[in-house]
């Protein structure tokens, strides 16, 4: 995986083979990342990655100046993998091994940028975007990545959905 920009900009991360991950498409996040840039100044904003498997996202956060990211994954290895990257790189990122759904029932802190990418079969998305949307600060933005099976846009707080390849990524607004 690939940081695009910021400080880390072209850095290539590998990640273990073991994983159980499906890593955001550079394409994708590329996107992704364009729309976001027009919504927040990073230096002034805590993020959430949920399900972040190898932490391709949180990286890309930190990278960009975000000082207070969160990276939380239901796998140890992945996040050994994001806190040791982490530390070498110096990023802003804390790993937390804990299911997604249990972190956001658990956890009464409020975040700017929820960025969520569950396996793309998860049963729950419903309920992901509910928990979420109750973790978001005013005028704070969640991000759940999904596949063409997944359609959220019948949700009250849903703003749109952007599509890259076969990546989604369905918006909502606090």
């Not at 890593?23 to 729309?35: S, V």
């Not at 975007?129 to 099976?149: F, I, K, M, Q, Y």
Request: with cysteine.
């Amino acid at each position: 995986m690939r940081i695009i920009r910021g400080s880390h900009r072209g850095k290539i991360l590998r990640a273990p083979s073991n994983l159980p991950v499906r890593p955001t498409t550079d394409m994708a996040k590329e996107g992704l990342f364009n729309i976001l840039e027009n919504r927040f100044q990073w230096d002034e904003i805590r993020a959430l990655d949920l399900f972040a498997g190898t932490g391709n996202l949180s990286y890309e956060l930190a990278s960009r100046g975000c000082p207070d990211v969160t990276a939380v994954d239901s796998f140890r290895d992945c996040t050994r993998f994001i806190h040791k990257n982490s530390e070498q790189l110096s990023f802003p990122i804390r790993a937390v091994s804990e299911e997604a759904l249990r972190f956001l029932q658990r956890n009464p802190a409020k975040w700017d940028l929820i960025v969520a990418d569950p396996p793309y079969d998860f049963g729950e998305y419903a309920t992901l975007v509910d928990a979420a949307l109750s973790r978001l600060a005013p005028d704070g933005t969640l991000v759940v990545e999904h596949g063409a099976d997944t359609d959220l846009s019948n949700h009250a707080q849903f703003e749109q959905v952007r599509r890259y390849g076969s990546v989604h990524f369905s918006f909502f607004l606090a």
